[in-house]
């Protein structure tokens, strides 16, 4: 079955870099492209990057373009999510999720947290 | 990247039906087939019930149904059983490679 586990997230200072991983399993990884997504305690969700299935092209919500980059490792099932300067208001639960036909969240982890303060 | 407009909580009794709303633009709900559903419950991770307007993953039971007229998708939850009590969020492609959530609503069964 698709398995998709998150990890990397902890507290970080404002203005500091974490790296967060997602494990995928039990699909072709390098069939698919992939989503990082994220909701702020007690908040709604944010979509915020996508990549394609070849890491060709990448894309970004305008609140984390130019300090979050995500990049994949077909090698290794693994995606990954490079975040820097961050800011409070990037505290958030960060989810990975399968995309399909650029189109839908399939599936998704069970999310990594992440907090940003001092 | 404004959300798309979802009302903050809904509730119903057991057996009955509700139905949630999600309005955006013709940039993206009005633009797309591609407005999708999810529903999370409490300290969970969200789970896709609805694609592509209308459609029903595998396993999702037939009370959860999919619409959109215009700008506005809906979200109808037929014979409410207890275990319905979550989130429910939509979310729609918006173009130019972007996607866009809504604002999520509560449901509470009564």
């Known amino acids: 079955q698709v398995q998709l586990v998150e990890s990397g997230g902890g507290v970080v200072q404002p203005g500091g870099s974490l790296r967060l991983s997602c494990a995928a399993s039990?699909?072709?990884?390098?069939?698919?492209?992939m989503h990082w997504v994220r909701q702020a305690p007690g908040k709604g969700l944010e979509w915020v990057t996508f990549?394609?299935?070849?890491?060709?092209?990448?894309y970004y919500a305008d609140s984390v373009k130019g300090r979050f980059t995500i990049s994949r490792d077909n090698s290794k099932n693994t995606l990954f999510l490079q975040m820097n300067s961050l800011r409070p208001e990037d505290t958030a639960v960060y989810y990975c999720?399968?995309?399909?036909?650029?189109?839908?969240?399939?599936?998704w982890g069970q999310g990594t947290l992440v907090t940003v303060s001092s | 990247q404004s959300a798309l407009t979802q009302p903050p909580s809904v509730s119903g009794s057991p057996g009955q039906s509700v139905t949630i709303s999600c309005t955006g633009t013709?940039?993206?709900?009005?633009?797309?087939?591609?407005v999708s559903w999810y529903q999370q419950p409490p300290g969970t991770a969200p789970k896709l019930i609805i694609y592509?307007?209308?459609n029903r993953p595998s396993g999702v039971p037939d009370r959860f149904s999919g619409s959109k007229s215009g700008n506005t998708a809906s979200l109808t939850i037929s014979g409410l059983q207890a275990e319905d009590e979550a989130d429910y969020y939509c979310?729609?492609?918006?173009?130019?490679?972007?996607?866009?959530f809504g604002g999520g609503t509560k449901l509470t069964v009564l």
């Open positions: 592509e307007v209308s």
């Open positions: 999720a399968r995309d399909v036909s650029w189109n839908y969240f399939e599936f």
């Open positions: 039990g699909f072709t990884f390098s069939s698919n492209g």
């Open positions: 990549i394609r299935y070849d890491g060709s092209n990448e």
């Open positions: 013709s940039s993206d709900v009005g633009g797309f087939n591609r």
């Open positions: 979310s729609s492609y918006r173009g130019g490679t972007t996607w866009v």
